[in-house]
């Protein structure tokens, strides 16, 4: 077997001085040396002779001095098994995305500019060629990690999409046959050989490493090691622990090759630039993966099959795996044993969605119902029936694929068996065919053994002065006349079960009776915030169908009620508290809708104080801006997950408001959080309503439990999403609705068979809409192998992404940024270098040999070190950055996705006729034109931009207006007007704000107004204005940091 990588080869025997974006390059000293287990001593080691070792990093507690005689660098250490969850970073890499020390006006001098030449690096690469070869099979494991090569661990990594045939190669002129022109695309299976055409090239490949966040997080809600206090000041480098014991290996200060800005570094003469248009481009993969599966049908019949890109239009067809739509994979080909893993450094994890939304043409789930009996389990691991479980024995019995233990079938269930062992009856049971189904719940699965009633939705209006002098309050009001007519129901159901309340508050609350039998509503109010209680149970929480007449003239009279208000101060905890009691008293689930405007200052649990310090940032302190208060808010985040009430928190702040706190106990209860900055009903009301529309309407369920059961030799130990736990294997959630995804990471604890392979079953009990209990049950089989090159194949790197994500933004709680952006650089290079070690053919160093399947690997993770809550800079706010943060740990895999590379699309060709979109194009400044119109949407924000010499037809098509400088500031929507393009404009732009689970505001921008600086933050492949790297800078500085690996 064998199969040839993407290889570059810049001109690098000579290093160039400092990167554009990184603050005095990457090679910045450790301020100290010591590294310790994360709340553990610090431990020391003496720092090796200067040239001894690449990489600064220091041995994990326990561990011994680093062994000499790896193959790959004489001073990297084996692997050996570690419990850390996430190591502390080598010393030598300064921030990622910091600020340059100089501006960028003062970058001038005689030699070129730091970007200029790590620009110039690359010059000589032709990227589009191919050079076909022999590669090396990796060896099987041979007893532990210590006898692999190349092990030593950097943090997890992360994926790009899934790609073609082939690992490709960037070679520079002089390696390129004159007859090999640069190929337009990197299709690679156009240019390997005819015996290799059939081989997927492979992505990286992911292992049950013990990750970056293996095992239970340790106390606080991060899980990054922290580095301990040195008593001495630092003799050369340390060396610093990698995430399994080993020692990652990089650069030296004063030796060649050694990052910029160090003596040895500074030689180098200016080269040519390179070509962006030859780089491995994301835009370019969506659309072949698009042109190859669009429109097709993907069955799940067969174990460990790779799914279309979530970018691609398909249709799932259940077969007896789950769907891609519930779950997602980082790898579907999983390493047989935990040093395999370790040495591949790709994390285990799934992606789970359990409500994800169908397309229109795939089956619902089919709802079993066994009666009294329920749902039929095995007796061992209370693995739930499905198509794994093997019948023996006539049929009489059957044998559990997750734990092989021997069950009894029922008497009711029994079926024979056919010639092939299979039972008669397979395809007639969903449990026995499909990968997800639901089972109608027993009293059993109740709440203390009694069924449950229709959940609530209560909605919680602030009326403090803000809101009430804003228009809000009675937007809000004229709102909800007809949004709660379309309150969510289940299928064939005439009107929905569900049940509305309303309260209004500012430093009390103030409850309203709106029971059917009365002409008017009342009110009660509650002004003991300290103990608060629902004065009323009898005609707070009703039918709207049946009190419509009470609640609509409640919601007339609400805005004139409170229209002369003075009250500012406002209450949050015990607003929220209330809505619990509510639920509790009426023994039901919800979810409270809470319309707030201002940090809670008023005297009441929960009161808040500015703690927006800008002196905290890129400092070590730095993470305590995004740890929320805990006492009242983490109490109060139990209280709703016991009861199954979930708090959506719409917010219209002018100021600070600590969303770090007020936005926590959305995020443990299954909620979400809107913000508006600023809010003006003329600018941003419609925005505001579209999400308060999509998040009253979207399908959900309530007081929800859910385990992950996998088959023996690996098991599930971390989970990332809007969820609460009480133990390591129940993941509560007050409530999950069809945009909610949870990340569930695995790692080894015995061997995997390849025969076998690797079972999952996502086991979630919850209440519907109309008040049932139900398990809603996904199953996913993967394969299982002993070869490197088979996990390379079948890796999923839009799942990868996801799960880095949601890792570095949860590890940013208790680790300094600064040491979570080191530790995303080097896993990067770790596991390139990796790939490279293992599975390329041998090759020159100085070429950068890429698996196909992640060659735009590094744009996704340079896009990510670009987001804000990773980005140290006071220009940033520090709500944004928090509410992010938030946003992010409930994503879906398509979400993290978009967000980290938005779709910038071309309108200015549009075909007015067809269908189709236009095709995306790189998402860099390079793809403008200044005669062009381009729509950038990231599912958080959308931008219509202009250029400046766009043609005057084109502007009076779509704004009725002469030419571009008759266009108004702060404009924010399109008018209406009767001719095809501008119909088609608005039609492309209503159907992205529908299929996306956030509302968008349009933003549109002049080229070379002031504005545009905020729309070119999302153009992730340029450099960013607060110190991120451009795509081409960051993949020149980890191919140097996969160089020093290699060493």
């Not at 789930?365 to 061992?380: A, F, W």
């Not at 992640?854 to 340079?862: D, R, W």
């Not at 269908?915 to 998402?923: E, G, I, R, T």
């Given at each position: 077997?064998?199969?040839?990588?993407?290889?570059?080869?810049?001109?690098?025997?000579?290093?160039?001085?400092?990167?554009?974006?990184?603050?005095?390059?990457?090679?910045?000293?450790?301020?100290?040396?010591?590294?310790?287990?994360?709340?553990?001593?610090?431990?020391?080691?003496?720092?090796?002779?200067?040239?001894?070792?690449?990489?600064?990093?220091?041995?994990?507690?326990?561990?011994?001095?680093?062994?000499?005689?790896?193959?790959?660098?004489?001073?990297?250490?084996?692997?050996?098994?570690?419990?850390?969850?996430?190591?502390?970073?080598?010393?030598?890499?300064?921030?990622?995305?910091?600020?340059?020390?100089?501006?960028?006006?003062?970058?001038?001098?005689?030699?070129?500019?730091?970007?200029?030449?790590?620009?110039?690096?690359?010059?000589?690469?032709?990227?589009?060629?191919?050079?076909?070869?022999?590669?090396?099979?990796?060896?099987?494991?041979?007893?532990?990690?210590?006898?692999?090569?190349?092990?030593?661990?950097?943090?997890?990594?992360?994926?790009?999409?899934?790609?073609?045939?082939?690992?490709?190669?960037?070679?520079?002129?002089?390696?390129?046959?004159?007859?090999?022109?640069?190929?337009?695309?990197?299709?690679?299976?156009?240019?390997?050989?005819?015996?290799?055409?059939?081989?997927?090239?492979?992505?990286?490949?992911?292992?049950?490493?013990?990750?970056?966040?293996?095992?239970?997080?340790?106390?606080?809600?991060?899980?990054?090691?922290?580095?301990?206090?040195?008593?001495?000041?630092?003799?050369?480098?340390?060396?610093?622990?990698?995430?399994?014991?080993?020692?990652?290996?990089?650069?030296?200060?004063?030796?060649?090759?050694?990052?910029?800005?160090?003596?040895?570094?500074?030689?180098?003469?200016?080269?040519?630039?390179?070509?962006?248009?030859?780089?491995?481009?994301?835009?370019?993969?969506?659309?072949?993966?698009?042109?190859?599966?669009?429109?097709?049908?993907?069955?799940?019949?067969?174990?460990?099959?790779?799914?279309?890109?979530?970018?691609?239009?398909?249709?799932?067809?259940?077969?007896?795996?789950?769907?891609?739509?519930?779950?997602?994979?980082?790898?579907?080909?999983?390493?047989?044993?935990?040093?395999?893993?370790?040495?591949?450094?790709?994390?285990?994890?799934?992606?789970?969605?359990?409500?994800?939304?169908?397309?229109?043409?795939?089956?619902?789930?089919?709802?079993?119902?066994?009666?009294?009996?329920?749902?039929?389990?095995?007796?061992?691991?209370?693995?739930?029936?499905?198509?794994?479980?093997?019948?023996?024995?006539?049929?009489?019995?059957?044998?559990?694929?997750?734990?092989?233990?021997?069950?009894?079938?029922?008497?009711?269930?029994?079926?024979?068996?056919?010639?092939?062992?299979?039972?008669?009856?397979?395809?007639?049971?969903?449990?026995?065919?499909?990968?997800?189904?639901?089972?109608?719940?027993?009293?059993?699965?109740?709440?203390?053994?009694?069924?449950?009633?229709?959940?609530?939705?209560?909605?919680?209006?602030?009326?403090?002065?803000?809101?009430?002098?804003?228009?809000?309050?009675?937007?809000?009001?004229?709102?909800?006349?007809?949004?709660?007519?379309?309150?969510?129901?289940?299928?064939?159901?005439?009107?929905?079960?569900?049940?509305?309340?309303?309260?209004?508050?500012?430093?009390?609350?103030?409850?309203?009776?709106?029971?059917?039998?009365?002409?008017?509503?009342?009110?009660?109010?509650?002004?003991?915030?300290?103990?608060?209680?629902?004065?009323?149970?009898?005609?707070?929480?009703?039918?709207?169908?049946?009190?419509?007449?009470?609640?609509?003239?409640?919601?007339?009279?609400?805005?004139?009620?409170?229209?002369?208000?003075?009250?500012?101060?406002?209450?949050?905890?015990?607003?929220?508290?209330?809505?619990?009691?509510?639920?509790?008293?009426?023994?039901?689930?919800?979810?409270?809708?809470?319309?707030?405007?201002?940090?809670?200052?008023?005297?009441?649990?929960?009161?808040?104080?500015?703690?927006?310090?800008?002196?905290?940032?890129?400092?070590?302190?730095?993470?305590?801006?995004?740890?929320?208060?805990?006492?009242?808010?983490?109490?109060?985040?139990?209280?709703?997950?016991?009861?199954?009430?979930?708090?959506?928190?719409?917010?219209?702040?002018?100021?600070?408001?600590?969303?770090?706190?007020?936005?926590?106990?959305?995020?443990?209860?299954?909620?979400?959080?809107?913000?508006?900055?600023?809010?003006?009903?003329?600018?941003?009301?419609?925005?505001?309503?579209?999400?308060?529309?999509?998040?009253?309407?979207?399908?959900?369920?309530?007081?929800?439990?859910?385990?992950?059961?996998?088959?023996?030799?690996?098991?599930?130990?971390?989970?990332?999403?809007?969820?609460?736990?009480?133990?390591?294997?129940?993941?509560?959630?007050?409530?999950?609705?069809?945009?909610?995804?949870?990340?569930?990471?695995?790692?080894?604890?015995?061997?995997?068979?390849?025969?076998?392979?690797?079972?999952?079953?996502?086991a979630f009990l919850y209440t519907t809409i109309s008040g049932q209990r139900r398990l809603r049950i996904h199953n996913l089989s993967l394969n299982c192998s002993s070869q490197l090159?088979?996990?390379?194949?079948?890796?999923?790197?839009?799942?990868?992404?996801?799960?880095?994500?949601?890792?570095?933004?949860?590890?940013?709680?208790?680790q300094p940024l600064k040491n979570v952006r080191d530790i995303l650089v080097n896993q990067t290079a770790h596991m390139l270098a990796c790939y490279r070690k293992i599975c390329a053919?041998?090759?020159?160093?100085?070429?950068?040999?890429?698996?196909?399947?992640?060659?735009?690997?590094?744009?996704?993770?340079?896009?990510?070190?670009?987001?804000?809550?990773?980005?140290?800079?006071?220009?940033?706010?520090?709500?944004?950055?928090?509410?992010?943060?938030?946003?992010?740990?409930?994503?879906?895999?398509?979400?993290?996705?978009?967000?980290?590379?938005?779709?910038?699309?071309?309108?200015?060709?549009?075909?007015?006729?067809?269908?189709?979109?236009?095709?995306?194009?790189?998402?860099?400044?390079?793809?403008?034109?200044?005669?062009?119109?381009?729509?950038?949407?990231?599912?958080?924000?959308?931008?219509?931009?202009?250029?400046?010499?766009?043609?005057?037809?084109?502007?009076?098509?779509?704004?009725?207006?002469?030419?571009?400088?008759?266009?108004?500031?702060?404009?924010?929507?399109?008018?209406?007007?009767?001719?095809?393009?501008?119909?088609?404009?608005?039609?492309?732009?209503?159907?992205?704000?529908?299929?996306?689970?956030?509302?968008?505001?349009?933003?549109?921008?002049?080229?070379?107004?002031?504005?545009?600086?905020?729309?070119?933050?999302?153009?992730?492949?340029?450099?960013?204005?607060?110190?991120?790297?451009?795509?081409?800078?960051?993949?020149?500085?980890?191919?140097?940091?996969?160089?020093?690996?290699?060493?």
């Amino acid at each position: 077997m064998s199969q040839q990588g993407y290889v570059a080869a810049p001109p690098y025997s000579q290093a160039q001085p400092g990167m554009g974006g990184y603050q005095g390059g990457f090679g910045s000293g450790p301020t100290q040396p010591l590294y310790g287990h994360y709340g553990g001593p610090p431990q020391a080691f003496t720092a090796p002779p200067a040239g001894m070792m690449k990489s600064p990093v220091s041995s994990p507690a326990a561990m011994p001095p680093p062994q000499v005689g790896s193959s790959y660098n004489p001073n990297v250490q084996q692997n050996g098994a570690h419990p850390q969850r996430y190591p502390a970073p080598p010393a030598v890499s300064a921030p990622y995305g910091q600020p340059p020390q100089a501006p960028y006006n003062s970058m001038a001098s005689p030699a070129p500019p730091a970007a200029q030449q790590l620009t110039n690096q690359m010059s000589a690469m032709n990227m589009g060629s191919y050079a076909p070869g022999p590669m090396q099979s990796p060896p099987p494991p041979t007893g532990s990690v210590a006898q692999q090569p190349f092990q030593a661990p950097p943090p997890s990594a992360m994926g790009h999409p899934q790609m073609h045939p082939g690992p490709q190669s960037l070679h520079s002129p002089q390696q390129m046959p004159p007859q090999m022109a640069p190929p337009q695309s990197f299709h690679s299976s156009q240019q390997l050989p005819p015996q290799m055409a059939q081989q997927q090239s492979p992505q990286m490949g992911m292992g049950g490493m013990a990750g970056p966040f293996p095992g239970p997080p340790p106390p606080g809600p991060g899980g990054f090691q922290q580095p301990g206090p040195g008593p001495n000041g630092p003799q050369g480098y340390p060396q610093q622990a990698g995430q399994f014991g080993g020692y990652m290996a990089g650069p030296q200060q004063g030796m060649p090759g050694a990052f910029p800005g160090t003596p040895g570094s500074l030689a180098g003469p200016p080269q040519k630039k390179l070509d962006p248009a030859v780089m491995p481009s994301i835009t370019k993969i969506i659309q072949e993966d698009q042109a190859n599966h669009g429109g097709e049908v993907f069955s799940t019949s067969i174990r460990g099959t790779v799914p279309p890109l979530v970018t691609t239009d398909f249709t799932a067809w259940d077969q007896g795996n789950a769907s891609p739509r519930f779950m997602r994979c980082t790898t579907y080909s999983l390493p047989c044993t935990a040093d395999l893993a370790k040495q591949c450094q790709v994390p285990l994890a799934c992606i789970i969605k359990p409500f994800a939304t169908l397309q229109k043409n795939e089956a619902p789930l089919y709802v079993v119902d066994h009666g009294e009996t329920g749902p039929i389990r095995c007796n061992r691991c209370k693995a739930y029936m499905c198509p794994y479980m093997k019948f023996i024995d006539g049929g009489r019995r059957y044998q559990c694929s997750f734990c092989n233990c021997v069950n009894e079938v029922p008497a009711f269930f029994f079926q024979h068996l056919d010639h092939n062992g299979r039972r008669v009856d397979f395809n007639e049971r969903p449990e026995l065919c499909l990968g997800s189904y639901e089972f109608a719940a027993t009293i059993d699965y109740c709440k203390n053994n009694k069924p449950p009633n229709p959940p609530a939705f209560i909605f919680m209006i602030d009326v403090s002065y803000n809101n009430i002098k804003s228009g809000l309050v009675k937007l809000i009001c004229e709102e909800l006349k007809t949004l709660l007519e379309k309150l969510p129901r289940e299928a064939g159901e005439e009107s929905s079960a569900i049940k509305v309340g309303f309260v209004t508050y500012n430093k009390v609350l103030h409850f309203y009776n709106v029971k059917s039998a009365l002409a008017q509503p009342q009110m009660m109010v509650v002004s003991d915030t300290a103990e608060v209680f629902v004065p009323l149970l009898d005609g707070f929480l009703v039918n709207f169908q049946e009190s419509r007449a009470v609640i609509c003239n409640l919601l007339d009279q609400i805005p004139d009620m409170f229209a002369d208000t003075n009250e500012s101060e406002t209450v949050f905890a015990p607003v929220i508290q209330a809505g619990v009691e509510a639920f509790k008293a009426a023994e039901c689930s919800g979810k409270i809708f809470l319309f707030h405007s201002s940090m809670p200052t008023a005297e009441a649990p929960g009161k808040l104080k500015n703690r927006d310090d800008k002196k905290l940032v890129n400092t070590e302190k730095e993470k305590n801006l995004f740890q929320p208060l805990k006492g009242v808010y983490e109490q109060l985040s139990k209280d709703c997950v016991a009861q199954g009430c979930c708090v959506d928190l719409f917010l219209f702040p002018n100021q600070y408001l600590d969303l770090a706190t007020m936005g926590d106990v959305p995020s443990h209860t299954g909620g979400s959080v809107y913000k508006y900055n600023n809010f003006q009903v003329e600018t941003n009301g419609e925005h505001f309503l579209r999400d308060l529309r999509k998040d009253v309407q979207k399908s959900i369920g309530f007081d929800a439990i859910m385990r992950v059961r996998t088959s023996t030799g690996f098991r599930a130990t971390d989970f990332f999403g809007a969820i609460h736990m009480n133990n390591t294997t129940d993941v509560e959630m007050a409530a999950v609705d069809c945009d909610k995804a949870l990340t569930v990471e695995f790692k080894h604890d015995d061997t995997l068979s390849e025969e076998a392979g690797a079972l999952l079953q996502c086991a979630f009990l919850y209440t519907t809409i109309s008040g049932q209990r139900r398990l809603r049950i996904h199953n996913l089989s993967l394969n299982c192998s002993s070869q490197l090159l088979d996990l390379y194949k079948a890796c999923e790197t839009d799942s990868l992404i996801n799960f880095f994500a949601k890792s570095a933004y949860r590890a940013i709680l208790n680790q300094p940024l600064k040491n979570v952006r080191d530790i995303l650089v080097n896993q990067t290079a770790h596991m390139l270098a990796c790939y490279r070690k293992i599975c390329a053919e041998p090759s020159a160093a100085s070429q950068l040999i890429l698996p196909s399947t992640m060659k735009v690997f590094p744009v996704y993770m340079n896009s990510l070190m670009k987001t804000a809550p990773l980005v140290s800079s006071t220009e940033l706010s520090t709500d944004d950055r928090a509410h992010l943060r938030q946003s992010v740990m409930a994503m879906g895999v398509e979400d993290t996705q978009l967000l980290l590379y938005p779709r910038l699309i071309p309108l200015h060709d549009l075909d007015v006729g067809g269908d189709a979109l236009p095709a995306s194009v790189p998402c860099t400044e390079e793809s403008l034109a200044d005669s062009g119109m381009f729509l950038l949407e990231n599912g958080l924000s959308m931008f219509l931009w202009l250029g400046q010499a766009i043609p005057p037809d084109l502007i009076q098509s779509i704004f009725n207006l002469p030419s571009l400088a008759h266009l108004q500031d702060n404009l924010f929507s399109l008018p209406e007007l009767d001719n095809p393009l501008s119909q088609k404009v608005r039609s492309i732009i209503s159907g992205l704000l529908e299929k996306r689970p956030n509302s968008m505001k349009l933003v549109i921008v002049r080229q070379k107004d002031k504005p545009e600086v905020i729309f070119r933050q999302f153009l992730v492949e340029d450099k960013s204005l607060f110190g991120g790297a451009s795509y081409c800078d960051f993949l020149c500085h980890v191919h140097r940091e996969i160089r020093q690996l290699l060493t």
